[in-house]
């Protein structure tokens, strides 16, 4: 297993740009399958008029391919924001702790890490964000659906604020032998109602 383990600093520039967001009710796309340009225009128009957040410049003669369903902006703060109708996360490659190339005798060496690090990621979220509406992880009996169904399969610790609009979700992945999972980490992102 390998590990990458970096300052937060990416991840506490990303969630103060999340915390000012007051309302993502407007954000919010239809619950459908389609996609395409006029989709990601429309995604592009609801984040412009409701963030101060830059979308991505189209380079001289790219084109919307006919399934994309998102787009990526550019935060004030420099921070890469990537949305869709229903999500929205950013993306911090050099920011927290993470494991990579885990094997099967590994996942113990990773859940202890994940375990470790949980704190500093739940500090800096609250300290962002405020008191968490929900924290809890898998050691507790019912985990997976104690928040809402599904919410904390497949995860080993989560936290959620609540916001107009939306449910902010601090989680780490939960180390699994079948299927093997390969990567670990601390990650967060919006879930736009």
């Given at each position: 297993?390998?590990?990458?383990?970096?300052?937060?600093?990416?991840d506490?520039?990303?969630?103060?740009?999340?915390?000012?967001i007051?309302?993502?009710?407007?954000?919010?796309?239809?619950?459908?399958?389609?996609?395409?340009?006029?989709v990601?225009?429309?995604?592009?128009?609801?984040?412009?008029?409701?963030?101060?957040?830059?979308?991505?410049?189209?380079?001289?003669?790219?084109?919307?391919?006919d399934?994309?369903?998102?787009?990526?902006?550019?935060t004030?703060?420099?921070?890469?924001?990537?949305?869709?109708?229903?999500?929205?996360?950013?993306?911090c490659?050099?920011?927290?702790?993470?494991?990579?190339?885990?094997?099967?005798?590994?996942l113990?060496a990773?859940?202890?890490?994940?375990?470790?690090?949980?704190?500093?990621?739940?500090?800096?979220?609250?300290?962002?964000?405020?008191?968490?509406?929900?924290?809890?992880?898998?050691?507790?009996?019912?985990?997976?659906?104690?928040?809402?169904?599904?919410?904390?399969?497949?995860?080993?610790?989560?936290?959620?604020?609540?916001?107009?609009?939306?449910?902010?979700?601090?989680?780490?992945?939960?180390?699994?032998?079948d299927?093997?999972t390969?990567?670990?980490?601390?990650?967060?992102?919006?879930?736009?109602?």
């Amino acid at each position: 297993m390998k590990t990458q383990d970096r300052s937060l600093d990416e991840d506490s520039l990303a969630m103060a740009d999340l915390a000012e967001i007051t309302d993502w009710t407007p954000i919010a796309g239809p619950d459908d399958d389609e996609s395409g340009e006029a989709v990601v225009r429309a995604l592009v128009h609801r984040v412009m008029a409701s963030t101060p957040w830059k979308p991505w410049p189209l380079e001289p003669g790219e084109t919307i391919d006919d399934e994309m369903v998102s787009w990526g902006f550019t935060t004030g703060r420099g921070i890469t924001m990537v949305v869709f109708a229903g999500l929205a996360f950013s993306d911090c490659p050099d920011s927290g702790w993470s494991a990579y190339d885990i094997g099967p005798d590994d996942l113990k060496a990773a859940e202890a890490g994940l375990d470790e690090r949980w704190p500093d990621h739940l500090a800096l979220a609250t300290q962002h964000w405020g008191v968490p509406d929900y924290v809890n992880d898998d050691s507790a009996d019912g985990f997976d659906d104690e928040w809402e169904p599904g919410a904390g399969a497949g995860r080993r610790h989560l936290a959620v604020w609540v916001r107009p609009g939306a449910q902010y979700r601090l989680y780490s992945t939960r180390p699994s032998s079948d299927p093997l999972t390969t990567a670990v980490g601390v990650n967060y992102a919006v879930y736009i109602d």
